[in-house]
């Protein structure tokens, strides 16, 4: 980010080599953990609100606008870690969100089917209600690295 007197902030692009070497491993272990905190957590309301942001995907997939998926996208991840009630995680992701942002929104114009987005989020939904926290692990894992052609955790 680079700040302008008297014209507000900005933030800078997003390398790719940033993206793979910093901020996807980061979000894989932050959400993870917070994603695992979050699922024993979450009430009917929760789910519903949850829901209610991959519908707004959905909608805006269908209108082809590409920079609210994107920022839909955000207010999911950002809502499951608020929901993990873990101060140091919501801390930590709002440190790094805004660069989070920036490569979400530069990679929402490349989708081929932007619906995809939707129907990630609708399966990150489903392995909350499993309870199982192995299969929650894989599935946090797989959405994250799902840009880069590789599911593996490179923790692993």
Known sequence: MISYPYRGTEVLGVSQEEIENVLVPVRTSLEKFAFRKAMPRLTDADYAHLQSLVNNMEAAAD???????????????EAVVTLSDQQHCLQIWRSIQPRVRAY??????????????????????????????QALDRAVTDHIHTHFGTTKDPSE
């Open 63 to 77: 209108s082809a606008d590409a920079a609210l998926l994107a920022d839909e996208d955000i207010r999911f991840h």
């Open 104 to 133: 979400f929104r530069r990679d929402a114009n490349h989708y081929s089917d932007a619906t995809v987005v939707a129907a990630q989020h609708r399966e990150l939904i489903d392995a909350l209600r499993t309870g199982d926290e």
